[in-house]
Structures are given as structure tokens and as C-alpha cells.
């Protein structure tokens, strides 16, 4: 079984680009959580979904992060006008979607605002 | 404050030897979850536990509610287990996990 996949797994942008992050989950996975981490502030999470709808987005920053998820295949996170406090390691993971359950993350996409 | 604080926040051990882990949290934690964040930054699931105890190999975990704590016992320390070990709690089945800052574990030969 392939596990959670994330694409790319690095990008760097230019101050005021766009980046769009993809995670494909565990096939069968209901549930798909996007979490950044940085050396900073640690493992924050963002937003997740449940059988596609949005649950909660209480950890996403308001004005220029959104994420999508069009069909159980994948979810996108994509960040606006970037900003070199958004580099961070962002990270993917599903669960069956029995409440929380047991979470499965993928390796990551590293994004680097310059 | 830190929900979830995990002590130490670095451990260095013999090969062979046993170590425990440790989990605060000062949320209602509802259920629990430790990774390991290995030297090239997979984050692998080890436990997801209700309260009460599992054991996996040479690992051991315990989530205790009432007392808000968590513990990762790991017995005869190899070298593949260095790395970030991270705990997790979701509050009041709320989905989303809290994590703590992790503990850094070397294992020397």
C-alpha cells in the first residue's frame, strides 16, 4: 500500500508568489489533516477534512491560505503572495476518519519563500 | 502555556539500555499519539492510544486521562531509534492533534 503522498517535495518561491501544495491520502482514508512545522513553533496544525467537507480550519491563517479537497484522491493547500515567514515544512496526513484515528503522514513538502 | 509538554527535551543513551518518555498535558486530552520523526523527517505513527496501555516490540506506552500523562518506554535502545519522538493529543475528540515539542533521542554504540 502506498502511503500518504505529498507533491512537490520541495519548492522555493519568490516573495509575492503563489505556491500550491498536493497531498494524495491512504486510499480508503476519510479523513485528511494539513499540520506545518518549523523549528520555531514546532507542529502546527492547519485545517482538515472529513469525507471532503471542511471540518475545521481553526489553525489556517486567514487572509492568504486556502486549501481544497475537489475528491477523496486529494487534497491542495495553496498559499497567496507568499511571505518568508511562511517556509516551513508542510505536512499531510490521513486516518480512516473513526473520529481522529490513528494519523499517517507523508513526507512533507518543504517550501522556501526567498 | 504549553497543552503538551514532553520532558526530556533531549536524551542521549547506550545501545542496549531502557528509556521512558514522558507526555503532560494540561487539556483534556481524549486520546494520544506518539511519532517518531526519523533523520530524514518521515514522521511514523508508533501508538494511537484511548487510556490505557499498548506495547509494540521493545515499545511500551501508557495514556493515563485522569492524571493527564502519557508515557513511551523504549527497552534495549538500538541505534534506528534515534530521532524525534513526538506525542500528540486531540482534545475532547476534536479532531486535530496537539503536539508537544518533542525529544531528541541519540543512541550511541
Known amino acids: 500500500n502506498a502511503g500518504v503522498i505529498q507533491t512537490p517535495r520541495h519548492k522555493v518561491t519568490g516573495k509575492g508568489q503563489e505556491a500550491t501544495l498536493w497531498c494524495e491520502p491512504i486510499s480508503g482514508h476519510s479523513a485528511v489533516f494539513w499540520y506545518r512545522q518549523t523549528i520555531v513553533q514546532g507542529l502546527e496544525f492547519l485545517t482538515y477534512f472529513r469525507n471532503q467537507a471542511p471540518i475545521d480550519d481553526s489553525g489556517m491563517p486567514k487572509e492568504r491560505f486556502s486549501a481544497q479537497m475537489p475528491n477523496q484522491s486529494h487534497s491542495t493547500l495553496k498559499i497567496q503572495s507568499t511571505q518568508p515567514q511562511d517556509s516551513a515544512v508542510y505536512l499531510c496526513a490521513s486516518s480512516l476518519g473513526q473520529n481522529t484515528g490513528q494519523l499517517y503522514f507523508g513526507e512533507g513538502s518543504k517550501l522556501t519563500v526567498l | 502555556g504549553d497543552k503538551v509538554k514532553q520532558s526530556p527535551s533531549a536524551l542521549s543513551l547506550q545501545e542496549g539500555t531502557n528509556s521512558a518518555l514522558r507526555c503532560n498535558f494540561s487539556?483534556?486530552?481524549?486520546?494520544v499519539q506518539w511519532f517518531l520523526q526519523n533523520p530524514r523527517g518521515s514522521l511514523i505513527n508508533l501508538f494511537y492510544?484511548?487510556?490505557g496501555t499498548k506495547e509494540n516490540g521493545r515499545l511500551k506506552s501508557a495514556f493515563d486521562s485522569k492524571e493527564s500523562y502519557s508515557t513511551l518506554h523504549i527497552r534495549d535502545a538500538q541505534l534506528e531509534d534515534s530521532g524525534t519522538y513526538f506525542c500528540a493529543a486531540e482534545h475532547y475528540n476534536q479532531g486535530k492533534l496537539i503536539f508537544g515539542q518533542g525529544t531528541k533521542l541519540s543512541i550511541k554504540p
Open positions: 487539556i483534556a486530552a481524549t486520546t
Open positions: 492510544l484511548v487510556p
